[in-house]
């Protein structure tokens, strides 16, 4: 089949949505609800935003939304200016000086930027708020279907070696990812065992919105993108890379259009910040500038108030995954945007490199390519030399990225929207593998890990195998994020039975190996899954089949977090390989108790 151009409008668009196999096509955006009362918690360095009670008869026709910056900590002048020119404060973020302002008036950008202080201010489309803003509606609950679909290894898990990662561990429920997208049906079967109501929002329009269901997704493409990162291993419909991690969803889309601007973006990053999102999953670009160019006054405000934003999440631990976009553009040799600004009329306009996508552009951001089935570039996917960081499967053609959709179905997309939610299932398992590891550090393992992937005969991919504009460093291993090398027969031994850990004891699990001659490698791998509601009791060891001690971790008195869910890599060559190896588990104090849930060896 020929594959058409995607436009890059709104969401990173996939190409295709299909629903589940006897199920109707139901990709309709579903009708509001009935209307819930919750207020605005005040958050710790978040907006401290005007409350939704404001009524949707504070809106006038005209009304625009501008971003004003200044000096990050107090916002109270530039928030007095605001007034005193003709606006009013919708919300504001102190800590890193955003003040998200409306007006009616034609001249209020140009009078804010003459007041003292005032660092930059732009509008942030080119079309008016919709009276919505002032008392949103909140997004139906669709239906639930149920499903007969069973589980099965899908194309997309075998080549990130996802299916075998799982063998080793499916990540840790203290690591949370943020969907930041249209939304997510949390009631869809296959995702409400992960996700996380207390830390979802919406953020559409500019300010955190914490009413129940107001997260529930108005479109499909954030339930779509949820079940990749974070399904349930549940025996049916479908697993996604890193089935035991938490997902929370922040709608950033606004209702009927789907559109993602840039206040919506910044709310959604410093919700993600402040409620500790370990990584967030970005599948679109901030609307309605495609490319946003430093030398026009409105743009450089949306860059500046965006980055900011993403920088203070970083700062708060979390990582940035995002889609790299679907117009088969070479991000590294800009000439022309004939697509912006998409809430109006576009136009063409002539631009350079110092025009960036965002957020998949801003430093720190992880760049996702999307692949087809094989080590081939997405035809639609967007490249670039030094742009793209890592690549995952996108789907493309015959091959779709088949998961979860709203109301208990499931279907296929394609888009880098599809490849992104990949990589930041991957970075969840690595951050599920060494709790204390930082955004850098993840960002870092993405790419030294990922399985380098030569350029194919195509002029546009430079670089070299190691590194290039089509793959970055390659596609991401999930096997390698959880410290495996992969089941192989007679190599991997496994005990899933469970043995309690109770206060003040030293318990063990046996696993006896057989038919591995010789000694055991110099780098065995022992996967340990052990639950436990303060970690900071435990000190765990494995024992060889001659009685030998090798520690593996003795953690922190200090560590409250729950369980355990690491690989560790033992140096046992001086131990005979065949014979019964134990997991010895010590806890050391009181009050909190746990169990071996499961642990394993490969050899």
């Known amino acids: 089949m020929t594959t058409p151009r995607i436009s890059q409008r709104r969401l990173r668009r996939p190409l295709l949505s299909v629903a589940a196999v006897g199920a109707a096509l139901a990709l309709a955006t579903p009708a509001g609800?009935?209307?819930?009362?919750?207020?605005?918690?005040?958050?710790?360095?978040?907006?401290?935003?005007t409350t939704l009670a404001q009524s949707a008869a504070g809106w006038a026709a005209g009304t625009r939304s501008y971003l004003v910056i200044t000096a990050p900590g107090d916002t109270s002048a530039a928030r007095n200016a605001v007034t005193a020119n003709g606006g009013s404060v919708f919300a504001h973020y102190d800590a890193i000086g955003v003040v998200?302002?409306?007006?009616?008036?034609?001249?209020?950008?140009?009078?804010?930027r003459s007041v003292a202080g005032v660092q930059k201010v732009g509008a942030t489309r080119t079309s008016d708020v919709p009276a919505d803003?002032?008392?949103?509606?909140?997004?139906?609950?669709?239906?639930?279907?149920?499903?007969?679909?069973?589980?099965?290894?899908?194309?997309?898990?075998?080549?990130?070696?996802?299916d075998k990662a799982w063998a080793v561990s499916t990540g840790s429920p203290a690591v949370t990812v943020g969907v930041l997208d249209t939304g997510v049906d949390e009631r869809h079967q296959d995702l409400a065992p992960n996700f996380d109501a207390a830390d979802s929002v919406s953020c559409a329009y500019g300010k955190a919105d914490t009413r129940t269901g107001a997260w529930r997704d108005v479109g499909t493409h954030g339930t779509h993108v949820a079940g990749t990162i974070a399904a349930a291993k549940n025996g049916k419909g479908v697993v996604g890379v890193a089935p035991g991690v938490k997902i929370?969803?922040?709608?950033?889309?606004?209702?009927?259009?789907?559109?993602?601007?840039?206040?919506?973006?910044?709310?959604?990053?410093?919700?993600?910040?402040?409620?500790?999102?370990d990584v967030t999953n970005n599948s679109y670009y901030t609307d309605p500038w495609m490319f946003n160019c430093p030398d026009d006054p409105d743009q450089a405000a949306i860059i500046e108030g965006v980055r900011r934003a993403q920088e203070y999440a970083e700062g708060k631990g979390s990582l940035q995954v995002a889609a790299a976009g679907n117009s088969n553009y070479d991000l590294a040799n800009k000439r022309t945007d004939s697509e912006s600004p998409n809430d109006s009329t576009p136009v063409n306009r002539t631009i350079t490199n110092a025009c960036i996508d965002i957020p998949t552009e801003l430093p720190g951001v992880v760049t996702v390519a999307a692949m087809g089935n094989g080590n081939i570039k997405a035809s639609y996917s967007n490249f670039g030399r030094d742009v793209i960081d890592v690549a995952a499967p996108g789907g493309d053609g015959a091959y779709g990225v088949y998961s979860?959709?709203?109301?208990?179905?499931?279907?296929?997309?394609?888009?880098t929207s599809m490849a992104s939610p990949h990589v930041a299932g991957v970075a969840a398992l690595l951050k599920s593998a060494d709790p204390a590891a930082t955004p850098a550090d993840l960002r870092a393992r993405l790419g030294s890990q990922a399985t380098d992937t030569a350029c194919p005969s195509d002029s546009r991919c430079t670089g070299t195998t190691a590194k290039n504009a089509f793959f970055g460093e390659g596609q991401v291993d999930a096997?390698?994020?959880?410290?495996?090398?992969?089941?192989?027969?007679?190599?991997?031994?496994?005990?899933?039975?469970?043995v309690t850990v109770a206060d003040n004891a030293t318990v063990e699990s046996p696993i006896s190996v057989t038919g591995v001659a010789g000694n055991a490698p110099a780098a065995l791998k022992v996967g340990v899954d052990v639950k436990h509601t303060y970690r900071g009791d435990l000190v765990l060891s494995l024992v060889a089949p001659d009685g030998s001690v090798y520690s593996l971790e003795d953690f922190s008195d200090g560590d409250s977090a729950d369980d355990v869910v690491k690989t560790?890599?033992?140096d046992a060559s001086s131990e005979t390989a065949s014979g019964t190896w134990k997991l010895r588990v010590r806890d050391i104090a009181a009050q909190d108790t746990g169990r071996i849930n499961a642990w394993n060896l490969t050899f």
């Not at 929370?248 to 910040?273: D, H, K, Q």
């Open 100 to 112: 998200v302002a409306h007006s009616t008036s034609a001249g209020f950008a140009t009078a804010m």
């Open 133 to 162: 803003a002032y008392s949103p509606t909140l997004p139906g609950a669709p239906a639930q279907s149920s499903t007969t679909l069973t589980e099965t290894a899908r194309w997309d898990m075998t080549r990130i070696n996802a």
């Open 33 to 49: 609800a009935a209307d819930a009362d919750t207020g605005l918690p005040p958050g710790p360095a978040a907006a401290r935003a």
């Open 568 to 570: 560790y890599t033992v």
């Open 248 to 277: 929370a969803s922040v709608r950033i889309a606004e209702p009927s259009t789907s559109m993602f601007f840039a206040e919506n973006t910044i709310c959604g990053f410093m919700w993600a910040g402040d409620h500790g999102f």
């Open 404 to 415: 979860t959709l709203p109301g208990g179905k499931y279907g296929n997309m394609n888009g």
């Open 479 to 498: 096997l390698k994020a959880v410290g495996g090398t992969g089941p192989q027969p007679g190599r991997y031994f496994e005990n899933t039975t469970d």
